[in-house]
């Protein structure tokens, strides 16, 4: 009897993840590349051990999934297969340590969070790989630490899992290394665990998952640090205390969250914390709250934080959450509204967010004429640009004067025309730059039209002449969008200049 509703429960959370597949997918297609997905894929283009931004793993993805299907949204296929294969180890992880009732509730709540859903679970972002490293992580490591002995033979072959995950874990983000603080966290605070600290096998796993991560060392060595500098200046303490920051960041991880399940997720952890003596709740405790705390804090002092930043430790209590609900004895009536109502503010959401991007409605009846921002404009395809008068003749180079807009560019006008980036934040871009090739050349330099007059003192000193601009309007259906300026640029004179040191090179 207990066999058969267990495999009922199975089959209940495939349906939940294959449900949840087809709507990323159906979310996936119909809305454009976003200006970070852009740009992933545009820097990508060249294999590198590592990139300034992040890691390498979510680039390395892109680049091979970019062969194979090319430049476009079916790119993201595979970090929505991956996603699938998150939800299912998610799904045996809480049900190992709290049962499958609680597994299904986790499970859910876990998919229909905008922030899972969309970003994490669909978009080609480090989030995706990040976390599917962190589940076969937690999943080993709870084997370990709840059905394990030392001397069982399998000991070494799960802690080897550990290692590969961390060091997966590690090519995909640099906030990997709370996670893996928190685990060694656990490992000192349980009584019942500290028998590893005396096993040779959590050792070799740290050495495998440092030889993973070996490339992003590598890279950075070679290049003056510059991608540990970048992220490392987020945390820079500041002049005095910002709170505003600190609770537009709490503000927004709420909302990435949905408040109906950012609640249950915040009295979940508190109820986990009252009860940390079971050591499954502190297993989760201590995953969760080095990347919540440290991330929500740090913008008191820091640099303005992201909410995403956030997410990785907020995925760990989503079992806490199903723990919880199970344990309360709340209806099954109660958790089939609770999911509906999820359910269609989540569908609600993505039609909007769909529909806005298509057409720049229903938000434009509300923004129209009040200076707001468009935050769908990312999502607007530029390839339109071999439409304009200028690219009659396609240039020897174009130059954009900002990183975001030179993915835009890159995609809509395909690998043959090399992009530069002149701008003292160039970020990847800086890493690609081989100026010093084309001088002499004519290029064509883009900006938004708005800010001609500043992309124009910028460029002078880089050509023998510049010139008149013409304009360029990407449109959506019933207004106009994005307005460029384009201006021909003739004889480059010396290389681009770049904040970073050592920026050449893989």
């Known amino acids: 009897m207990g066999w058969a509703a267990d495999t009922e429960r199975n089959r209940l959370a495939l349906a939940i993840l294959v449900g ?45 999934a970019a062969l194979a299907i090319g430049e476009n949204v079916a790119t993201r296929l595979p970090f929505i297969a991956m996603f699938f294969a998150t939800g299912w180890i998610y799904y045996r992880l809480t ?31 480090p989030d995706g790989p990040l976390l599917f490293a962190l589940a076969m992580t937690a999943l080993a490591a709870a084997r370990l630490f709840f059905t394990k002995s030392p001397d069982d033979p399998s000991a070494w072959r799960l802690w080897l899992i550990v290692g590969v995950g961390l060091g997966l874990a590690g090519l995909s983000k640099y906030s990997a290394a ?56 987020r945390g820079v303490p500041g002049e005095e205390p910002r709170p505003a920051q600190f609770f537009t960041m709490a503000l927004g991880e709420i909302a990435f969250l949905s408040p109906w399940i950012f609640a249950p997720l915040v009295a979940a952890l508190a109820i986990a914390f009252r009860h940390r003596r079971d050591e499954r709740r502190m297993f989760l405790i201590c995953l969760s709250l080095p990347p919540i705390v440290i991330f929500t804090v740090t913008p008191l002092w820091g640099a303005r934080g992201l909410p995403h930043w ?14 919880w609900i199970t344990e309360s004895g709340i209806s099954n009536v109660t958790l089939r509204r609770w999911a509906l ?29 009040h200076g707001v921002a468009d935050p769908t404009l990312e ?49 990847g871009w800086a890493f690609l730059d081989e100026s010093e090739k084309f001088i002499g050349r004519d290029g064509l330099i883009l900006s938004r039209a708005a800010e001609l007059e500043s992309t124009l003192g910028a460029a002078n000193p880089y050509f023998a002449a510049l010139g008149q601009p013409q304009f360029y309007t990407l449109g959506l259906p019933g207004r106009a969008a994005i307005q460029l300026a384009l201006i021909p640029a003739n004889g480059l004179t010396r290389r681009f200049p770049s904040p970073y040191p050592n920026a050449t090179g893989w």
Request: aromatic fraction near 16%.
């Open 95 to 125: 049900c190992e340590l709290f049962g499958p009732q609680a597994a299904l509730v986790g499970l859910f709540a876990l998919n229909v969070s905008p922030f899972f859903f969309a970003s994490a679970g669909s978009w080609i972002v």
């Open 178 to 233: 709370l996670s893996a603080g928190g685990l060694a966290a656990f490992v000192l605070l349980a009584p019942a665990q500290r028998h590893w600290l005396k096993h040779p096998a959590p050792y070799v796993a740290a050495i495998v998952a440092f030889v993973m991560i070996a490339p992003v060392i590598f890279w950075n060595a070679r290049h003056g640090l510059a991608s540990f500098e970048f992220q490392g200046a």
């Open 310 to 323: 956030a997410m990785p430790g907020w995925f760990f209590t989503f079992a806490l959450m199903g723990a």
């Open 341 to 369: 109502f999820s359910s269609t503010f989540l569908a609600a959401i993505v039609g909007v967010v769909a529909l806005q991007a298509s057409t720049g409605q229903p938000l434009g009846m509300l923004t129209s004429g």
């Open 379 to 427: 999502a607007v395809d530029w390839r339109d640009l071999n439409r304009a008068a200028l690219f009659g003749k396609a240039p020897s180079f174009i130059v954009s004067t900002k990183w975001s807009d030179a993915g835009k560019i890159a995609l809509a006008l395909g690998p043959k025309i090399p992009v530069f980036v002149l701008s003292n934040d160039p970020r």
């Open 20 to 64: 949840f597949f087809i709507a990323r997918l159906v979310f996936a297609f119909a809305l454009g590349l976003g200006v970070d997905e852009s740009y992933t894929l545009a820097i990508s283009r060249r294999l590198s051990l590592s990139y300034f931004d992040h890691p390498p793993l979510h680039q390395w993805i892109a680049h091979f």
